[in-house]
Structures are given as structure tokens and as C-alpha cells.
């Protein structure tokens, strides 16, 4: 059975790795907004809610870090 840490760093590693998907999935729409230049306010908006899901992702992931113990697990999760 899993430990309470390790049920902990499972459930970090969970949300870090949504919020890397959504801080892809909002670089993939700002550079697509770019590439068509059609409305800089729908490009100042994306940008700052990428802001926003990339303080998510920080945050997350150092508390992660402050978890995890070995040197494999951090070297897996960098």
C-alpha cells in the first residue's frame, strides 16, 4: 500500500501534468492568434490567461519537487 507521500506525489504529478497540457494547449492558441493577426484583444486575452495556467503550473511543480526524494525521480520529473 502506498504511503501518504506517495499517494501525495502521485496527485501532484496528476495536476502538474494537466496543467502542462493546458500551458501547451494555450502556447499552441497564442501562436496560432500570431500567425493570423486577426484580433490583438483575443491575443492580449489568451495571453493573459496562459499567464495565469503557467503560475498554476509553477506552483504545482515546486511543490512537487519539494516532495519527491531521490535523485532519479527528480531528474525524471525536470
Not at 486577426?38 to 492580449?44: G, P, R, S
Not at 495556467?53 to 520529473?77: G, N, W
Amino acid at each position: 500500500m502506498a504511503s501518504g507521500n506517495e499517494r501525495l506525489i502521485e496527485q501532484f504529478k496528476e495536476i502538474r501534468s494537466s496543467a502542462e497540457t493546458h500551458v501547451s494547449e494555450m502556447v499552441n492558441k497564442l501562436t496560432e492568434l500570431m500567425t493570423a493577426c486577426e484580433n490583438i484583444d483575443t491575443l492580449k486575452d489568451v495571453r493573459r490567461e496562459l499567464r495565469g495556467v503557467l503560475k498554476e503550473f509553477q506552483i504545482t511543480h515546486e511543490a512537487y519537487h519539494r516532495l519527491i526524494k531521490t535523485k532519479r525521480e527528480q531528474e525524471e520529473s525536470t
